[in-house]
């Protein structure tokens, strides 16, 4: 086969940045190099016992058939159950709709929505992800910037800069990957105010680290009831849960957008894993006795995220913000640019990662994956050693570049 043979739409896609470093940095290990991988965006704790039992008794009672397309109705109960009592957002059961992750429920909702020429405001740093499914939809990303000195938050005058009459959506995420940002809920409500001036805008809300915020309770845009019906809330059990393998997200949106979902969804994958279901819909309903863990993760991700700040500020020529949620560090990086150890000259943040992975052994993801150069992200899901670790590899690395 050639590769001409291929579709436009596939050539036209990018390689997740964030899972090449991953594989090159697998592809090291088992080359036998000792490798500090935190370019992965996973928590490093494992699933609650009780969560995993669900999963073995919906087994044994062989809840194995396949599933409604758009979920078991217990868990688009259980979903909205917890919208309204921990978003205090109202949503019937049939405006749920359970994916494969949240990574299909983004999916479906561009494809549901987007025509060709539409235009998709995306605030950056942005998930890596975004701008290739708009453009799998047939959209245009239209990138709003955003650095460090702002937090890597858009205002609501920025996106309303960026509005057209092409543009049919924005998407971000809150608490952010990349860069742990959190938007409060007056900034939330100025956004809002703006999207609600064009009629035919919709918002997608990536709330999927919803549960490691460090900075107060968790807001959503979904809470305005102007625009309530034109947002598209997004989430799932992976990060709050430590249940990335299990495939579990969710969509809550109006009825019609809710129906589109079902009706795309079940014409490429059906329904999701029942037994996956089974899981999400004990996490979703546990008692926090049965789960404690998650609450240790979260106190155990902010322990980290200050000992990595703490670290990061002895590297000359490192400067970081303090993100507020999620579990990344965002540092820009601009000052090695232009810099060479004799042989190696760093051109930008990719090839600074690299020269990283090669002279340190740690693997990092370049900021120009996520819309902004000269940065580079720090994923602190590991271990406390890992993170003294990599950055004292890091800085002797780094002191070779002049």
């Given at each position: 086969?050639?590769?001409?043979?291929?579709?436009?739409?596939?050539?036209?896609?990018?390689?997740?940045a964030?899972?090449?470093?991953?594989?090159?940095?697998?592809?090291?290990?088992?080359?036998?190099?000792?490798?500090?991988?935190?370019?992965?965006?996973?928590?490093?704790?494992?699933?609650?016992?009780?969560?995993?039992?669900?999963?073995?008794?919906?087994?044994?009672?062989?809840?194995?058939h396949?599933p409604?397309v758009?979920?078991?109705?217990?868990l688009?109960k259980?979903?909205?159950?917890?919208l309204?009592?921990?978003?205090?957002?109202?949503?019937?059961?049939?405006q749920?709709?359970?994916?494969n992750?949240?990574?299909?429920?983004?999916?479906?909702?561009?494809?549901?929505?987007?025509n060709p020429?539409d235009?998709?405001l995306?605030?950056?740093?942005?998930?890596?992800?975004?701008?290739?499914?708009?453009?799998?939809?047939?959209?245009?990303?239209?990138?709003?910037?955003?650095d460090?000195?702002?937090?890597?938050?858009?205002?609501?005058?920025?996106?309303?800069?960026?509005?057209?009459?092409?543009?049919?959506?924005?998407?971000?995420?809150?608490?952010?990957?990349?860069?742990?940002?959190?938007f409060?809920k007056?900034?939330l409500?100025?956004?809002?105010?703006?999207l609600?001036?064009?009629?035919?805008?919709?918002?997608?809300?990536?709330?999927?680290?919803?549960?490691?915020?460090?900075n107060?309770?968790?807001e959503?845009?979904?809470q305005?009831d102007?625009?309530?019906?034109r947002?598209?809330?997004?989430?799932?059990?992976?990060k709050?849960?430590?249940m990335?393998?299990?495939?579990?997200?969710?969509?809550?949106?109006?009825?019609?957008?809710?129906?589109?979902?079902?009706?795309?969804?079940?014409?490429?994958?059906?329904g999701a894993?029942?037994?996956?279901?089974?899981?999400?819909l004990?996490?979703l309903?546990?008692?926090?006795?049965?789960?404690?863990?998650?609450?240790?993760?979260?106190?155990?991700?902010?322990?980290?995220?200050?000992l990595?700040l703490?670290?990061l500020a002895?590297?000359p020529?490192?400067?970081?913000?303090?993100p507020?949620?999620?579990?990344?560090v965002?540092?820009?990086?601009?000052?090695?640019?232009?810099?060479?150890?004799?042989?190696s000259?760093?051109?930008?943040?990719?090839?600074?990662c690299?020269?990283?992975?090669?002279?340190?052994?740690v693997?990092?993801?370049?900021g120009?994956?996520?819309?902004?150069?000269?940065y580079?992200?720090?994923?602190?899901?590991?271990?406390?050693?890992?993170i003294?670790?990599?950055?004292?590899?890091?800085k002797?690395?780094?002191?070779r570049?002049?």
């Open positions: 086969m050639h590769p001409n043979d291929l579709s436009e739409r596939v050539k036209s896609l990018s390689e997740s964030t899972l090449l470093m991953t594989r090159k940095s697998r592809e090291l290990k088992d080359a036998g190099y000792d490798i500090i991988n935190l370019s992965i965006g996973e928590p490093d704790f494992n699933t609650p016992e009780c969560i995993k039992k669900a999963a073995i008794e919906a087994i044994n009672k062989n809840i194995t396949y409604p758009a979920g078991i109705n217990e688009r259980a979903v909205a159950a917890k309204k009592r921990e978003n205090n957002l109202d949503y019937a059961m049939n749920i709709v359970i994916s992750g949240a990574k299909q429920s983004i999916a479906n909702a561009f494809l549901c929505l987007i020429g235009e998709v995306i605030p950056a740093p942005y998930w890596v992800s975004y701008p290739e499914m708009v453009k799998m939809a047939g959209g245009r990303p239209v990138i709003i910037p955003s460090i000195n702002q937090d890597f938050k858009v205002s609501a005058s920025d996106i309303e800069k960026h509005i057209t009459d092409r543009t049919k959506i924005l998407i971000f995420s809150s608490p952010s990957n990349p860069s742990g940002s959190v409060s007056d900034e409500e100025a956004i809002a105010k703006v609600s001036k064009k009629d035919d805008l919709y918002v997608i809300a990536d709330e999927i680290y919803e549960h490691i915020n460090f107060g309770k968790h959503s845009i979904a305005f102007f625009i309530k019906d947002v598209i809330t997004i989430n799932g059990v992976s709050s849960f430590a990335t393998g299990w495939r579990i997200g969710y969509s809550a949106s109006n009825k019609i957008l809710a129906d589109a979902c079902n009706t795309l969804q079940g014409q490429y994958t059906s894993s029942s037994i996956s279901q089974m899981a999400a004990k996490a309903e546990a008692d926090p006795s049965e789960i404690e863990e998650m609450s240790i993760m979260k106190l155990q991700f902010r322990e980290r995220r200050d990595l703490k670290l002895d590297v020529g490192v400067k970081t913000n303090v507020d949620g999620a579990f990344y965002f540092p820009e990086i601009s000052w090695y640019v232009g810099k060479s150890d004799g042989v000259t760093i051109s930008n943040d990719t090839d600074l690299l020269y990283l992975l090669d002279k340190a052994h693997a990092l993801v370049p120009s994956a996520f819309g902004c150069e000269n580079i992200r720090f994923s602190y899901a590991c271990s406390k050693s890992d003294i670790e990599s950055v004292k590899r890091i002797e690395a780094l002191s570049l002049h």
